[in-house]
Nanobody
Framework: QVQLVESGGGLVQPGGSLRLSCAASGRFSGIGTMAWYRQTPGSERELVASITRDGTTNYADSVKGRFTISRDNAKDTMYLQMNSLKPEDTAVYYC???????????????WGQGTRVTVSS
């Protein structure tokens, strides 16, 4: 099983920046694709950005040019640098990761508990 712990959320003014982190721990052979999702009340969880193990990234159109996803494979940790934040970025941000297990040739999909980001003056 994989445990994902997010950190870095908080309150920021419009135009400000925040950096989210997601650390994976547990018994696994490695972590494959990792991603950030976000969700607001009454809405479905939406993909913000994803990154493969070799560093290929994908972004939602709404955050392109403002957010940067990265990861440190040695630390099994993913980051989301959020710049030029807007009130519409306000949401709970969730970390998602796919772990793989070489001994059983299986994978697992895990979610973090979420970290709240509020963009408001």
């Amino acid at each position: 099983q994989v445990q994902l712990v997010e950190s870095g959320g908080g309150l920021v003014q419009p135009g400000g920046s925040l950096r989210l982190s997601c650390a994976a721990s547990g018994r696994f052979s490695g972590i494959g694709t990792m991603a950030w999702y976000r969700q607001t009340p009454g809405s479905e969880r939406e993909l913000v950005a994803s990154i493969t193990r070799d560093g290929t990234t994908n972004y939602a159109d709404s955050v392109k040019g403002r957010f940067t996803i990265s990861r440190d494979n040695a630390k099994d940790t993913m980051y989301l640098q959020m710049n030029s934040l807007k009130p519409e970025d306000t949401a709970v941000y969730y970390c998602n990761a796919v772990a793989f297990y070489l001994s059983t040739r299986t994978t697992s999909n895990s979610w973090g508990q979420g970290t709240r980001v509020t963009v408001s003056s």
